[in-house]
Nanobody, 115 residues
């Protein structure tokens, strides 16, 4: 079992920044895939960014150059630095980890981009 707790969401103006954190209840050293997903009202959940155990990253096109995913194995934490935020980034952001081909999810943190 892996419990994931997200934090760092909130209300931010367009063009602003936020850093999301996802802390796991166990060591993430051996967890190959960790990712951030988001779900906006009325839309399907979508993958925003992912990072592997050897720190290979992947981003959806709409966030490339604005978002950065990173992991700190010593702190069992994955981060999502979000810059130049846009209203269309508004969503609940979920942390995901896959261990032993089993997916684990956090409860999500709300990000609202609005003036």
């Amino acid at each position: 079992q892996v419990q994931l707790v997200e934090s760092g969401g909130g209300l931010v103006q367009p063009g602003g920044s936020l850093r999301l954190s996802c802390t796991a209840s166990t060591s993430i050293f051996s967890i190959n895939f960790m990712g951030w997903y988001r779900q906006a009202p009325g839309k399907e959940r979508e993958l925003v960014a992912s990072i592997t155990s050897n720190r290979v990253t992947n981003y959806r096109a709409s966030v490339k150059g604005r978002f950065t995913i990173s992991r700190d194995n010593a702190k069992n934490t994955v981060y999502l630095q979000m810059n130049s935020l846009k209203p269309e980034d508004t969503a609940v952001y979920y942390c995901n980890a896959e261990k032993g081909f089993v997916p684990y999810w956090g409860k999500g943190t709300l990000v609202t981009v609005s003036s």
